[in-house]
Structures are given as structure tokens and as C-alpha cells.
């Protein structure tokens, strides 16, 4: 536990064998549960989170590969059962810093935050990130700003997080995007339910520098997904107006009715 709230780990992992149990154990003692989801690997990954021993670990698995978001999902949805208060999201390929993780969970064990997130872009180990990533990284933070509106947010791709379940449960997690683009469509869930978030300085972590992101993801996938964003924000917006308006309209005219029945003859 941390400031007396129950911490659950969500690990979200794909072909993760050689590094999952790296992750897991390095887990510090305050995180009194473990959730790992197997994204239906195709190596030993399941097998290899299943045989580390620890009190709280539990793994599941998708029998269809659905995406690191809904992987996510998952957890989160099993941490809510497990009684847990917050879930802390690590990646399974160990390229978070498993020192870092009270700095993530203590904005929102705290009662500061609803959720909090990594932000690697202002580390003073910065220059570890490759820069083509360092770029893309930028530019998906400034879009991600002009789509919900939350011009906030320093680091829209860090997947280093942590969340209130009780604030979670009030998310329409189906309607978030489960894979590439999962970071930026919670964002924007978040924004929408008017979640107080955080930011805390994270290391970027980059032992290799392979990426599994594709160009097509990147110059299609994206884009799709932010236009998406801020279009349903201005569609809120559009009918927020015009409800206003004729909210007052109906005010005006209920007025003016008024005084004609109160005027006397």
C-alpha cells in the first residue's frame, strides 16, 4: 500500500518472455497486486510470467491479439475487482524504470490527481531517446493539444501511468481505442470527464531501438485517430451552444409570457 490506498501493477505484454520476469521482479513491495495480461504472444511469455512466484501476481490472457490499449483495459477492469484503489501500468518489455513507479502513483495516492503520467521530454536523459522518436513524439503532443483542447499536456505518448479506479469506472472504456493511439484516446477520455491529471518527470528508457510502430500507423492510424478527437469535441461543443440557445430562448419566451399574464387589463 501507498498513503493507505492498495496498489495494483498492470503489465500489459506481447512476446515479452525474455523480459517479463525482469519487470516483475523489480516491482517494489507497496504494490500489493500484479495483474500481467498475455496480448495472446506467441512465445512463452504466459508460461514465463506464470512461473515467477509472487503474493498478488496473477496472469491472464487474450486468446486474440487485441492491442496493448485493450490489454490495459483488462487489468484495469481485474485491479477493480481485486479491491485495488490505483493501477499503475508498466510496460512488458522493461522500458520503464521500476524505481519511478512510486513518483507516477503518488499524485493520485495522494488525492492530488486522478491520473499520472510519465513525461520523458523534460529529463535531463532526454538524449537517450532517438530523436526520430524524440520528433514523432512532439509532433503527437501538439496534435494530441489541438484535438482535445488540453494544451497541458507535455508528453501525450509516455505510457508510464497510473489511475484512480473509482475514476476509471466512470469511463466508457469501450469507447477508447485499443491499440497504437491508446495513449492519446485516454487522454482524451479523461479530458472529457474532466479528470484532473498529472505530470511527473520520467526517464526514457531505450535498450534497443526498435520500435513496433510502422510508417502506415504512424502517417495513417494517428491522424484518423486525433481528427477523430477533435471533431467529437466540436460536435460537443456545436450542441452545447445550441442547447444554451434555445435555453435561453425558451427562458426569453417564458418571460415575455409572463409579463403579458401579469399585465393587467
Known amino acids: 500500500m501507498l498513503s493507505g490506498k492498495k496498489i ?33 504472444s506467441e512465445d512463452a511469455t504466459f508460461a514465463a510470467a506464470s512461473a515467477f512466484e509472487r503474493e498478488g501476481l496473477k496472469v491472464l490472457r487474450h ?92 508528453d501525450s505518448q509516455c505510457g508510464f501511468t497510473a489511475i484512480d479506479l473509482g475514476f476509471f469506472s466512470r469511463l466508457d472504456h469501450n469507447g477508447i481505442y485499443p491499440r497504437y493511439g491508446y495513449p492519446n ?27 513496433g510502430i510502422r510508417w502506415y500507423i504512424a502517417a495513417f492510424t494517428y491522424p484518423c485517430i486525433l481528427l477523430d478527437i477533435f471533431l467529437k469535441r466540436a460536435a460537443r461543443r456545436i450542441r452545447s451552444m445550441l442547447t444554451s440557445k434555445a435555453l435561453e430562448k425558451a427562458r426569453s419566451t417564458a418571460g415575455a409570457a409572463l409579463l403579458t399574464v401579469k399585465k393587467p387589463s
Not at 87 to 96: E, R, S, T
Open 185 to 211: 484516446s485516454m487522454l482524451a477520455a479523461l479530458i472529457e470527464a474532466g479528470a484532473r491529471i498529472a505530470e511527473v518527470e520520467v526517464s526514457p528508457v531505450y535498450e534497443n531501438g526498435k520500435s
Open 63 to 154: 486468446e486474440k491479439n487485441s492491442g496493448a490499449g485493450a490489454a490495459i483495459i483488462t487489468g484495469y477492469l481485474e485491479a477493480a475487482e481485486s479491491n485495488a484503489d490505483i493501477a499503475v501500468v508498466l510496460a512488458g518489455d522493461n522500458q520503464m524504470k521500476v524505481c519511478e513507479i512510486e513518483r507516477v502513483v503518488t499524485p493520485v495516492a495522494t488525492g492530488g490527481a486522478d491520473y499520472s503520467k510519465g513525461n520523458r521530454l523534460c529529463s535531463k536523459e532526454i538524449g537517450w531517446m532517438p530523436a526520430s522518436r524524440r520528433f514523432g513524439n512532439y509532433a503527437l503532443t501538439y496534435l494530441t493539444r489541438l484535438a482535445t483542447g488540453d494544451f497541458t499536456i507535455m
Open 8 to 40: 495494483a501493477a498492470v503489465i500489459p505484454a506481447y512476446n515479452e518472455a525474455k523480459n517479463i520476469a525482469k519487470v516483475i521482479q523489480g516491482l517494489p513491495d507497496f504494490v500489493d497486486a500484479i495483474i500481467v495480461v498475455d496480448d495472446a
